[in-house]
């Protein structure tokens, strides 16, 4: 925005109204960066304290976003929008029943087998765990030392469930009735898409802003759903090739950990890691030599370099430009805020973030506080142009 002075031959009332607009846009721009700094400092509390709500109503809206090609297909072909959602929804439904069947049902058995398998893996890493035993001494006299120093302390008793059931039992209610409801989430919002993005471009005041709502919404559609569906191709098939792998091997339950490499992968570097760690316990349980026990996770590792240098940069990279740095601080905060539910669904929610901000202007407050601009600028698009 210009200055009064770079206009000296101006009338002096345009001056001073120019100056008097520029103070009120200053002001107007200083009230909403305090009142956007306090609502982004409240923002992850509300969240975190309201996940039993926001938590299933997010996950809905990404499978749903995720989901609207699939719909648009049934549609194209002239089946009704409630029956195509239904369709869509079912789809999803079995997916998951057959990601969390392969997952679950094993693992509960591999639970099971712990009791009995403790000895085999103090065998397995009894050569390690001798390395290690003067270290453990050592730590172990310390705690005596501040044991005994310390005195009495106040003992705190937890009560943890007896049995997998009794967990189950007390956990399943609330999950069911989050599953149920963010079922119900997404069939309204796929039954309702179509009109509802038909209202939104109609009840613009312009055709630009009708033509950039329709692009907006397209480009979220396209960027969320690409990436779901691609990377969701590329998981499972890395969990196939390494449950086909651990099944040469001749380890226990390759389906199971074929899953776990699937589902964990959805989640940037840690996810990976998680599961390698996995893979070493679950090598360790199952065979005796401690190098042997040791393919399974070397096993992934390699795979998983290979996905991730080569496959994903190749296929992803074209389609989705993300900055490592933006999804290190996106996978840390909705990790904070949800866990590992959080942590799935911190890329989907970043893309969606930033297709947005691409098209409405990005945040500027550099600019506003050391070159006298506004809070946002144009968008990128608008830059590349």
Request: glycine share 6%; proline share 5%.
């Given at each position: 925005?210009?200055?009064?002075h ?8 345009y001056?001073?109204s ?15 960066l ?20 926001f938590?299933?109503v997010t996950?809905?809206?990404v499978?749903a ?10 549609e194209?072909?002239g089946?009704?929008?409630g ?8 789809l999803f439904?079995?997916f ?5 069947a392969s997952?679950?049902?094993p ?7 712990i ?6 893996i103090r065998e397995t890493v ?8 003067q270290?453990?001494a ?6 005596d ?12 008793t937890?009560?943890?469930p007896?049995?997998l059931?009794?967990?189950?039992a007390t ?12 079922m119900?989430v997404?069939f309204?919002?796929?039954s309702r898409?179509?009109?509802m993005r038909e209202?939104?471009?109609?009840s613009r ?6 033509l950039?709502t329709a ?11 690409t990436?779901?569906g691609?990377?969701?191709?590329i998981?499972?098939?890395l ?6 792998i651990l099944?040469?091997l001749g380890?226990?339950?390759p ?8 589902v ?20 360790l ?13 070397l096993v992934?590792i390699?795979l ?16 989705v430009?993300?900055?490592p740095?933006l ?5 840390s905060?909705w990790l904070w ?19 947005v ?7 500027d407050?550099?600019g ?5 601009g506004?809070?946002?600028?144009v ?5 590349k142009?």
């Open positions: 925005m210009a200055e009064p770079q206009y000296p031959d101006a009338p002096i009332e001056q001073d120019h100056t008097l607009e520029v103070k009120r846009v200053r002001l107007l721009a200083a009230i909403a305090v009142l956007g700094a306090g609502f982004l400092f409240a923002l992850p509390f509300a969240l975190q304290a309201g996940a039993e709500f938590l299933p996950a809905a809206m499978i976003i995720a989901l609207v090609p699939v719909l648009e297909w049934f194209r072909r089946v009704p929008s029956l195509a959602a239904i369709v869509s929804l079912l439904i079995a998951a029943a057959f990601v969390i997952i679950v049902l693992a509960i058995d591999y639970f099971a087998l009791p009995e398998r403790i000895d085999r009894l050569p390690i765990m001798q390395y290690y035993a270290l453990e050592f730590i172990e006299g310390i705690f030392d501040i044991a005994v120093s310390g005195g009495e302390q106040a003992s705190v937890l009560t943890t007896d049995s059931l009794d967990l189950f956990s399943a209610p609330v999950a069911i009735v989050q599953m149920f409801f963010a119900l997404i309204f919002f796929l898409w179509t009109r209202r939104t471009i109609t005041g312009s055709f630009e802003g009708a950039t692009r907006v919404i397209q480009q979220v559609v396209d960027a969320t759903s990436y779901i691609t990377i969701t191709f998981n499972v098939t969990g196939t090739l390494t449950a086909l099944w040469a380890m226990d339950s389906i199971m950990w074929g899953g776990i490499v699937a964990t992968n959805f989640i940037p570097y840690l996810g990976p890691i998680f599961a390698a760690i996995l893979l070493a316990i679950g090598g349980m199952s065979f005796v030599d401690v190098w042997a026990a040791m393919l399974p996770p992934f390699v998983h370099n290979l996905e991730a240098n080569v496959i994903t940069p190749m296929v992803v990279g074209k389609r430009s993300l900055s740095l999804i290190l601080i996106s996978l905060f805020i949800w866990g590992f539910l959080g942590a799935l669904l911190a890329v989907p929610l970043l893309i969606i973030i930033k297709t901000f691409a098209a409405a202007g990005t945040p407050i550099a506003f506080l050391f070159e006298h506004t809070l946002t600028h968008g990128e698009e608008e830059e142009d």
